[in-house]
């Protein structure tokens, strides 16, 4: 069994930033496809982000690439969303994921377990 947690989350002007922290307790972390998602209110939980255990990792395409950034510390069981210049449409529940798959699943389908979220709120 995994167990995720995420923090980092919070309350940030547009423009500012924030890092999300997720940390896994497992014993083979690095085994693990991780992501990240994001839930707002009255909307689907749409793929943000997600990283091989190589480093290796994917973005959607039109949201968010360029201003966030994915990593992981396999030594930390933890990966990381850096998130800069936010926009008040950022404004969502994030979601940290972990896959058994090879591949980077970019649908809420493709993973197996899941944090209980944090709230990231950017006001315009």
């Known amino acids: 069994q995994v167990q995720l947690v995420e923090s980092g989350g919070g309350m940030v002007q547009a423009g500012g930033s924030l890092r999300l922290s997720c940390a896994a307790s497992v014993r083979t972390f690095s085994s693990y496809a991780m992501g990240w998602f994001r839930q707002a209110p009255g909307n689907e939980r749409e793929f943000v982000a997600a990283i091989r255990w190589s480093g290796y990792s994917i973005y959607s395409t039109d949201s968010v690439k360029g201003r966030f950034t994915i990593s992981r510390d396999n030594a930390k069981n933890t990966v990381y969303l850096q998130m800069n210049s936010l926009k008040p449409e950022d404004t969502a529940v994030y979601y940290c994921?972990?896959?058994?798959?090879?591949?980077?699943?970019?649908?809420?389908?493709?993973?197996?377990?899941w944090g209980q979220g944090t709230q990231v709120t950017v006001s315009s």
């Open positions: 994921a972990a896959s058994t798959t090879f591949t980077l699943p970019t649908r809420v389908t493709g993973y197996d377990y």
